[in-house]
């Protein structure tokens, strides 16, 4: 019997419950921004989108409920009212459940962390067309089994997101982004804590965030000059090393950009499926075959490489 | 009521580990309890020295069909190392060294026995920390740090355990082992890292860590801040991160813990004062002297006493000595103690806290509330005399009014110290049994049997696969 079982789901999400069903198979779609990680959906799954909208804000608390399928956009607007913001950094029509599914950090997770760190309390549908709650709606919680953290990155195969609780983080009274021709990796470890560090192989871009007068005085121990914002991403090719590694990196004839002290490459050619050992490949088909055995959700994608 | 272990079970562990097979009396009832109220009995106890030992000892469980349960320091609060089920002990304090410490990716291996403060101790000279810093750091293992996803004052600011942890090398409960995560940033495929931590030891053991370096702040500030009325220090706490500062700690302290602290530490806690805040705030100078600024002005308009600032680290170290001993210096009102760990909305801290206060009262027991304000995580002690007659009866029924007010008031029934055995019987109140249902799957995936510290985390009825039997054994509770 529960006193106050997470509070009750809102109807919405009772809503994309009875639409999720419990038999055919069915893909979530968002912002369809990073539609193609892991492969298209087979063409028989019907198609079916997480309610939106922003449930609860408490700027005090430095949380916020929505639904999976508010965008980025909505969701930022909501904070920015209140100079709070969720690191996302991706394309302002994502979905919050998109992002999530997906679970690609936006380019200032050198200093924000992993965006699965954000996450504090998920429900989602599971393949029975049941409502699963894990998590929690306070800032900290480490009651029973962190499903919140294997739902992000798992691209919607172990249940369909509908609800999120995302923990929130105050704006920084400056954003300065710098760029210029120094050693990025020398310039990493000169600084303290500083949001991004991209390079190309010959520029690097700086991202320093805090209030003003640190925010002068990290730039002055720099020779670099100031930019607009980030540089242009070129494609959707990704690959992910140790943040060492990005050392061996040299400019070449593709067009690439590093993300020092994170290990993310983004470049213009098509990223290569990375391996799982057969030890993990067998756990996480497992968790596939308990979540889901029928395969009727997300069908066609694959978390796992093949 | 101990099963004596079945002898060929002691020949095969000795086989591989020797005398590090412990099955002496006073070992056996020394590892078990924890650091909770309850106590159960291992079956044997051994000591490994690395990952292999550790795998040919999961790998002899399971032939003998004995389950297992690995064990760190035996801080934990929740009952979590405390053995039921006649399992075989995975003790890991002989795997103890720190095995690389790589700047250059910002990492450190460690083995899982390693405490967690040694090895800010070895990275300090190097500019870096361990993040988490349960208030237990000096005698706390990396391993139960991870099995519990742990917390600790500065992780208001820099987050929990899992925030912290890259990758983790894992004996699984089928003798395999694999590595979860990776040094990369993103490992393909599932978080099964993410999954491991914070599951207790029950999807396998832990036997070595690749843990995140944070580097050490350029500039700190410490302030004392007390309050003639505890009400007034709860509204601060909730201002000061409305007011968008994050402090990098933010911790509360009630009338009676200042009195106890202060005479245990003398550290020049003000004794008159309801309540005191301790906030830190770490990071670039200017950010720090604005926090400043931001939590004087805070405080000002909700009536502050005196506003302390330490003057140097000597100071400073002063001021935390005395949060960081609170625990201890509860004996001396009461020999034992029962320490909660409930979050609540951090709006709603003076309201649970006036509940915790009556209910304490009713059944005639000392509350003492030291607490990470900050991030809502309560944690009121109750003092007590196990002599006392029935006294244990009013200490798990008072624990259980604390833990319902908490959920009443939209919490959650543990900020850092788990579910173990301790509340695994209470998660009903916060899941229905569909969500449990879905959590034990998960867990299946992992320990299909059910042979990895069994019976914790999960109530008996929602799981499917209860091989060593249903309930608490009866002389847990002592
Ligand atoms: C005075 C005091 C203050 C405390 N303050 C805090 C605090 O501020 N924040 C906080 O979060 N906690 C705190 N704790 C609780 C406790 O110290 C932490 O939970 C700690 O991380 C437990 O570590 P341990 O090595 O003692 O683990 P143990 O108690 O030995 O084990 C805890 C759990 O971890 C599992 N485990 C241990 N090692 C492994 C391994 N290698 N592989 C798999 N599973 C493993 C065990 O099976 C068990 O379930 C405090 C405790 C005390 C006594």
Known sequence: MGVNPLGAAPQEVHQFSEEVGASDPVTVVGGKTQWNVGGAPDHSAREVTAPTGIWSHEPEEMTVRCGAGTTLLELSEQLARHSQMVPFDMAPNATVGGVLSVGRSGIRRLRYGHIRDLVLQIRHIDCNGKIVTSGGPTVKNVSGYDLCRLMVGSLGKLGCLAEVTLRCLPMPETTRWLTGNDDPFEIYARLYRPSSVLWNGEQVWVCLEGVSSDVEAEAALLDLTETEGPPQLPGDGRSSVQPKELRSLSADDTNWIAEIGVGIIHSDKPSKPQQVSKTNESLMRELERRLDPNGRLNPGRQVVPL | MQ???????????????????????????????????????????????????????????????????????????????????????????????????????????????????????????????????????????????????????????????????????????????????????????????????????????????????????????????????????????????????????????????????EAFVNAGYPTEADAVLLVELDGLPGGVEHGVEVVRSVAERHQVGNIRVAADNEERELLWKGRKNAFGAVARIKPDYYLHDTVVPRGKLVEVLEKVYKIADAYDLIAVNVFHAGDGNLHPILAYDSDEKGVLERVHAAGRAIVTASIEAGGVLSGEHGIGLEKRDYMGMLFSAHDMATQDLVREAFDPEGFANPLKVLPSGSRCSDSFGQHVPDGAWV
């Not at chain 2, 106590?39 to 040919?56: A, F, I, K, M, Y």
């Not at chain 2, 361990?130 to 742990?150: E, H, K, L, T, Y």
């Not at chain 2, 004996?171 to 979860?180: N, W, Y």
């Not at chain 2, 990776?182 to 099964?192: H, I, K, N, T």
């Open chain 2, 3 to 261: 099963i004596s272990p079945d002898g060929n079970l002691l020949d095969d562990l000795r086989s591989v580990l020797g005398d590090r097979v412990r099955d002496g009396d006073f070992e056996l009832g020394l590892y078990g309890k924890d650091g909770s109220v309850l106590e159960g009995r291992p079956s044997l106890v051994c000591l490994p020295v690395n990952t292999d030992e550790v795998r040919q000892i999961v790998k002899i469980c399971r032939e003998h069909d004995r389950p297992f349960l690995a064990r760190g320091s035996g801080t934990g609060l929740a009952g979590g190392a405390v053995p039921v089920g006649d399992p075989v002990i995975i003790a890991t304090a002989k795997m103890n060294q720190i095995l690389e410490v790589d700047l250059e990716n910002r990492i450190a291996w460690v083995e899982p026995g390693v405490l967690n403060l040694d090895l800010t101790k070895e990275l300090t000279p190097q500019g870096f920390h361990f993040a988490p810093d349960p208030s237990s750091q000096q005698v706390c293992s990396i391993g139960g740090n991870v099995a519990n996803n742990s917390g600790g004052p500065h992780c208001l600011a820099y987050g929990v355990t899992s925030a912290h942890v890259a990758a983790i090398e894992v004996v699984l409960p089928d003798g395999s082992v694999t590595l979860l995560g990776d040094l990369a940033a993103e490992p393909p495929g599932y978080d099964l890292r993410g999954l491991f931590v914070g599951s207790e030891g029950t999807m396998g053991v832990a036997t070595k860590v690749a843990v995140r370096l944070t580097p050490n702040p350029p500039a700190v500030r410490t302030l004392l801040l007390d309050f003639p009325d505890v009400r007034d220090g709860a509204a601060t706490v909730s201002a000061i991160i409305a007011a968008g500062l994050i402090p990098a700690a933010l911790e509360m302290m009630d009338k009676r813990a200042i009195e106890i602290v």
